[in-house]
């Protein structure tokens, strides 16, 4: 989901941490949650508030996967690339998502944003992966068929 970039709200994530620098990455959660992406507009706004430079807050958000700077995709999917998930056959299901969605990692088109994910906290049942904010575990490249499938069906 995105919504165009207000000032106005993005003065009120940030007051809502105090204006406070050392809150930077809790802020560009606020802003990924109210906007979908942090613009460029965002950028010098948080450096002017928060007394960073530029520089330092497009580090902190090219640092994180998290934050992204350009516009997600109708919906945004997630596959973990962790280690209990690698050993599960997450990178044959990330394969088999490339391949499907037509997208590769860290990219998308309107419809989908395809993202590596580090951990989802699911390790019992991998490979896991998070569509639109919802955790799914044991996908098999069927399965995640049918979930990409349910998720377009359900717009």
Request: proline letters at 4%.
């Amino acid at each position: 989901m995105t919504t165009p970039y207000n000032r106005e709200a993005a003065n009120a994530i940030i007051a809502g941490f105090d204006a406070r620098p050392e809150m930077l990455v809790q802020i560009l959660h606020g802003f990924i949650e109210q906007f979908g992406w942090i613009c460029d507009d965002a950028t010098r706004q948080l450096a002017e508030e928060l007394n960073l430079s530029r520089a330092e807050v497009h580090g902190v958000i090219s640092y994180y996967d998290d934050f992204r700077t350009s516009p997600p995709g109708k919906h945004v999917m997630k596959i973990c690339q962790a280690e209990a998930c690698q050993a599960m056959g997450s990178r044959e299901l990330t394969r088999h998502a490339v391949a499907t969605l037509g997208v590769e990692l860290h990219a998308g088109s309107a419809d989908v944003t395809l993202e590596p994910v580090y951990c989802l906290g699911n390790c019992a049942c991998a490979p896991a992966i998070m569509v639109d904010g919802k955790t799914f575990g044991r996908v098999s490249q069927d399965r995640f068929d049918a979930i990409v499938a349910a998720a377009r069906e359900a717009e």
